[in-house]
């Protein structure tokens, strides 16, 4: 059974950075697409950003220039580098496979403060 653990978030002020980490245990997810999704107080999780098994990367138009996800196969860990963060990235940011959709983590909360 494959267990995602997120990592990296906390406080930051508008206009920072933040660098967010996801580890899979239980399976290797060199093949698979992976992808950020995040939760914001009140709404639907939202897809972020996606990385195929090949490393080809796509973007909600909300981040596009400002994140970029990537892979370390051999960690079993996915990356989200956020930079000039807004208030509104504020959310609970989660990580999965958007194929087979496996138990969700517990998230890493993000606050972007204005």
């Known amino acids: 059974q494959v267990q995602l653990v997120e990592s990296g978030g906390g406080l930051v002020q508008a206009g920072g950075f933040m660098r967010l980490s996801c580890a899979a245990s239980?399976?290797?997810?060199?093949?698979?697409?992976m992808a950020w999704y995040r939760q914001a107080p009140g709404k639907q999780r939202e897809f972020v950003a996606g990385?195929?098994?090949?490393?080809?990367?796509n973007y909600v138009d909300s981040v596009k220039g400002r994140f970029t996800i990537s892979r370390d196969n051999a960690k079993n860990t996915i990356y989200l580098q956020m930079n000039s963060l807004k208030p509104e990235d504020t959310a609970v940011y989660y990580c999965?496979?958007?194929?087979?959709?496996?138990?969700w983590g517990q998230g890493t909360q993000v606050t972007v403060s204005s």
């Open positions: 999965n496979n958007p194929s087979i959709g496996w138990a």
């Open positions: 990385i195929t098994g090949g490393g080809v990367t």
């Open positions: 239980g399976s290797s997810f060199g093949g698979y697409a």
